[in-house]
């Protein structure tokens, strides 16, 4: 069930839902860039909190491990939901994408506005994990937009897959996506750590 190669099966077969990700995280992207009023209100309200939990992280004993065990748990926690909370006609995984490519764009557009440094913001801040964590996102929103289609499927009568293969491909992604956070983690809170102290 958790075997590789059925994960990376699984992936060639929901190619739709992974660009459809895809496109939704760059429009969220485009989004927060452009950010104004209530938008730019609501990711700087994001972003606060971020900072507020990442100065608490810096003072305990031992920041990086408790970087490491928030960000895994953070970002594994909220991924396997999404796939799960898919079902809901694939809703959540939409918004969930919107706003994370959101945060990311005001981010990005803010650090300019501001004169930092954006090439050191890229490549030490958001690139070495990033390119882990990213696509562990986009594909955990993948299988939870997939999971929505196939659920309006099943409702409105329309051939789809059967359900035990639905959740098969749903437990394998999940595994997969985890294993994905855990490597993005640990490269978030060691090396990422290193590059912006």
Known sequence: MFALPAFIRDLRRMDT???LALILFLLG???GWLGTGSIERLLAGQLEGL????GELRDSSHPQWS????????NSIKCVAV????ALFGVLPAVF?????????????LSLQQGQDLF???VKGLLPHGIVE?????????????????????????????LSHLLRQTVTGAFWVVVLMFIAALIESTITFALLS
């Open 67 to 74: 970087f490491f065990w928030f960000i895994f748990m953070n």
């Open 83 to 86: 796939i799960y909370l898919g």
């Open 134 to 162: 990213i696509p562990a996102l986009l594909i955990a929103c993948a299988i939870g937009l997939q999971f929505g289609r196939e659920v309006i499927r099943q409702m409105s009568g329309t051939a789809g897959r059967p």
């Open 120 to 122: 050191e913001l890229i």
């Open 51 to 54: 900072s507020k939990i990442s």
């Open 29 to 31: 992207g485009v989004t």
């Open 17 to 19: 839902a992974l660009w």
């Open 97 to 109: 994408l919107l706003i994370n490519g959101a945060v990311i764009g005001y981010v990005i557009h």
